[in-house]
């Protein structure tokens, strides 16, 4: 059973990491319930303070996430139509991967753009506004993946240091 927890766990990283870029998925409550499997194997000991502290920042992360955004679209005059434009712009990216894997900053920059033109007739404050929506987005996104990298490297930490205890087979 150690084994199953152990591989699934690491399968929840993998789809944690990924989580941070996709909008669909919640990337660290994902990556964080990794974690908890990996705590819940016999051989790992039960330490529920770093379990309890990798959930508070999990939800912290996930919570700031959409707040950082709307502050960054608003502190550069921006609009709902901003955002929505990013995330459409994120979507594009993923579906339709023409600049490759800078699509995924390229596009939902132009999504901003594009929503705040929509909303707005001065093409400078559009830009002013879609550049602190993609901003915001930027940095919602950047403290995703470190948050759940952080749990991947310190998963695999574990996992090393229990290796003998995880991979008896008797």
């Given at each position: 059973m150690d084994i199953?927890?152990?591989?699934?766990?690491?399968?929840?990283?993998?789809?944690?990491?990924?989580?941070?870029f996709l909008p669909v998925l919640p990337g660290p409550p994902i990556?964080?319930?990794?974690l908890l499997l990996l705590y819940l194997t016999k051989a790992v000991p039960d330490n529920w303070w770093i379990v309890g502290i990798t959930f508070v920042l999990a939800i912290t992360i996930t919570i700031l996430d959409y707040i950082i955004p709307a502050m960054g679209t608003k502190q550069f005059g921006g609009t709902k139509g901003g955002m929505w434009g990013t995330m459409i712009g994120l979507l594009v990216a993923i579906f339709v991967?023409?600049?490759g894997p800078f699509g995924i900053i390229i596009w939902p920059f132009i999504g901003a753009l594009v929503g705040e033109l929509l909303n707005k007739a001065n093409k400078k404050t559009a830009l002013k506004a879609a550049f602190g929506s993609f901003l915001g987005f930027l940095t919602g996104t950047f403290m995703k993946f470190v948050l759940?990298?952080?749990?991947?490297?310190f998963y695999v930490y574990i996992a090393i240091k229990y290796a003998g205890e995880l991979f008896t087979f008797s």
């Open positions: 199953a927890l152990l591989i699934l766990g690491f399968l929840l990283m993998l789809v944690g990491i990924l989580g941070s990556s964080w319930v990794g991967p023409i600049f759940t990298v952080a749990y991947a490297v």
